[in-house]
């Protein structure tokens, strides 16, 4: 059974930047699609950034740019980069990862990163 180790939050200042992990693990084959997604307080679920198996990494354009992600295929793990925090990027972020073509998303517990003023 797959499970999904994500790193552990931070409390960023603005302005700052913090690299995330989602690692997958309890499977033998490299993973179709890792993403993560973010829910702050109050708000709905949004998509962050997504990294398919080989094609390219996909950011939300609501982001300006400050969100990207990598993936290592060997060791089935995602790295969102982000970059230039904001107070508003404050959220609970969760990683995600489809193990097949058109398989439902298993998701991790959530990490919670919370950016300073």
């Known amino acids: 059974q797959v499970q999904i180790e994500e790193s552990e939050g931070r409390v960023v200042q603005t302005g700052g930047s913090l690299r995330l992990s989602c690692a997958a693990s309890g499977i033998s084959f490299t993973l179709y699609e890792m993403g993560w997604y973010r829910q702050a307080p109050g708000k709905q679920r949004e998509f962050v950034a997504r990294a398919p198996l080989d094609e390219d990494t996909y950011s939300s354009p609501f982001l300006e740019g400050r969100f990207t992600i990598s993936r290592d295929n060997a060791e089935n793990t995602a790295y969102p980069q982000m970059v230039n925090l904001k107070p508003d990027d404050t959220a609970m972020y969760s990683c995600?990862?489809?193990?097949?073509?058109?398989?439902?998303?298993?998701w991790g517990q959530g990490t919670e990163v919370t950016v300073s003023s």
């Open positions: 995600y990862v489809v193990l097949i073509d058109g398989a439902r998303m298993i």
